[in-house]
């Protein structure tokens, strides 16, 4: 998967996405797209688990735990199909790289 930033963007969105995904949690936006489903779906209900997982405070633990999500390592993976699984963490990867490079800048 590829995702775009236009040379408009002057990183200002993806500055967003990395300071929501990255810091202390994984964006309440990105939950809301998530179909309600009363609960339904054991993959529905893990996938919005992890997207509104808080990552510790301590940056170390943070860093720590941020690799173990976009490895497919987590605990929180578990009832994500493999699909959708490897479909986010194609997003994760590509935000961390978004956060590498700007933390080179």
Same mark, same amino acid.
């Given at each position: ?7 408009? !963007? ?12 990255? /810091? @202390?949690?994984?964006? &309440? ?6 179909? +309600?489903?009363? &609960?339904? !779906?054991?993959?529905?209900? +893990? ?5 509104? #997982?808080?990552?510790?405070?301590? !940056?170390? +633990?943070? /860093?720590?735990?941020?690799? !173990? ?6 605990? #929180? ?19 961390? @790289?978004?956060? @590498?490079?700007? @933390?080179?800048?």
């Amino acid at each position: 998967m590829i995702l775009g930033v236009s040379p408009l !963007d002057n990183l200002f969105e993806t500055n967003i996405i990395i300071k929501n995904l990255t /810091k @202390q949690r994984f964006s &309440g936006r990105l939950v809301r797209l998530v179909p +309600a489903n009363n &609960g339904r !779906d054991a993959g529905m209900k +893990a996938i919005k688990r992890l997207l509104n #997982y808080r990552l510790p405070k301590d !940056d170390t +633990a943070a /860093k720590i735990e941020w690799l !173990d999500i976009v490895e497919g390592r987590h605990e #929180y993976w578990k009832d994500i199909p493999s699909e959708k699984k490897e479909l986010l963490r194609s997003f994760f990867i590509f935000v961390s @790289q978004i956060a @590498q490079v700007l @933390q080179a800048v």
